[in-house]
Each structure stands twice: as C-alpha cells, then as structure tokens.
C-alpha cells in the first residue's frame, strides 16, 4: 500500500526528489521496453480496492448524497473552507452534499482536526501532511460506507483559506473515489503550490458518469 493510496497529502521536497527519482526510474524502464503504457482507466477514480480500517484505503462512494459530519475538533477557517468546496465544487455536479449535527452509521464522511504535530499518522510524520481520508466500512458491492476525514491546520498547507480550501477539495475528492493525478487544473495534484482548490472537468466528469 503506498501512501499516495491512503489518500495522505504530502507536501514537502524531500518527497517531490524521492517522486522525481522514482519518476526517472520509470521513465527509465519505459525507454528500456520501448513503449509507453498510459493507465487505462478514463477517469482517475479509486474503484472498489474493498480496503477498510483506519489508514487502509478509499473506495468509491455508495451514493451521490454525500453527508458530512464535523466534529468539534474541527475550527472555523477549515469549516469555511469545507462549506465553499460543497456549495461551489460539489453541489454544482451530480453530487449532493449535506452536513450532519450527529454522526450515525449513515454519515458517509466523519471530519476530524488533529494538530499534534511530532507525532505519526499511517506511518508518516503529521507534521508533513495536511489531510488524511481513509474508508472505514465498505458495502458488499465494495462501495464506501463511510470515510473518515483528518485534517492538520498546523501544516503549511493549511495556513490560508485558499490552502485550506484546496485541502478540503482534494480530501472531499478522496471521500469520493479521487485519487490523485499530476493535473494542475485539479485540487488532485499533490502540491498545494501548483494545484487550484477545485476540481477538474476531468474530476467532474468522473462525478456525473459514477453517481
Ligand atoms: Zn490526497
């Protein structure tokens, strides 16, 4: 399982150098074997990987109604920036999202807002990453049944609205079967540097032809 799977938000160069070393090691291989293998999959969906359990995996959403619990742990600014991608990224699409006062076992995304930097989340040093999203239940047709959103508010990813916005686009992506891309018109793409803080036509299209 590598980290980019479990939907963690990595920010910082050491990791780009390590992504551009393995980059030129595939890059490598391509030119070894001649041709170059483009995935397949139209969309950059997750599928049904059926992972569950704390720090396991994402799966597609069960359903186009997308409800949204956030704990009190979560504050203002990343409120806000969770309530604009609903109303101006998501809603907008095929997707109907809908906050909830109590979480049940109907609620597809529990949001959470952890700032103890220092300590490690899935294996990765908290302080380097801005979000997490993993599936905590899946269906028997391998759709998500409930994901669970942590966001970090110490990371420098998160220190300004427009950074908070684009990590509440790119975890409400993952909650929704997105998986990351190297698209710089996507809150998908890995850098918040680069990326905007909504989603592609691409992304958009994968919502209207999945739910
Ligand atoms: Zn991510």
Redesign the pocket.
């Known amino acids: 399982m590598t980290v980019?799977t479990l939907?963690?938000?990595l920010l910082y160069n050491l990791r780009k150098v390590q992504n551009m070393r393995r980059c030129t090691w595939v890059l490598a291989l391509v030119a070894i074997m001649g041709l170059c293998v483009l995935p397949a999959a139209a969309y950059h969906e997750v599928g049904p990987t059926g992972e569950e359990g704390r720090c396991a995996g994402l799966n597609m959403a069960d359903n186009k109604d997308h409800s949204i619990f956030l704990d009190s742990s979560v504050g203002g600014g990343m409120r806000n920036a969770i309530s604009a991608v609903r109303t101006e990224s998501l809603d907008p699409t095929t997707i109907e999202t809908y906050t909830e006062t109590d979480p049940s076992g109907y609620t597809d995304v529990e949001v959470f807002q952890a700032e103890n930097s220092g300590t490690y989340i899935c294996g990765v040093s908290w302080s380097g990453v801005s979000?997490?999203?993993w599936c905590t239940s899946v269906t028997p047709s391998l759709k998500c049944e409930k994901h669970v959103v942590e966001f970090n508010t110490d990371n420098v990813s998160t220190t300004t609205p427009n950074r908070r916005r684009w990590a509440a686009c790119?975890?409400l992506?993952?909650t929704l079967g997105l998986?990351?891309d190297k698209n710089e018109n996507s809150c998908?793409l890995?850098s918040f540097y680069q990326a905007p803080n909504t989603y592609s036509q691409h992304d958009r299209d994968m919502f209207y032809n999945y739910y």
Request: proline residues 0%; without cysteine; glycine residues 20%.
């Open positions: 980019s939907g963690l938000v979000g997490v999203a790119q975890e992506g993952h998986k990351h998908m890995d």
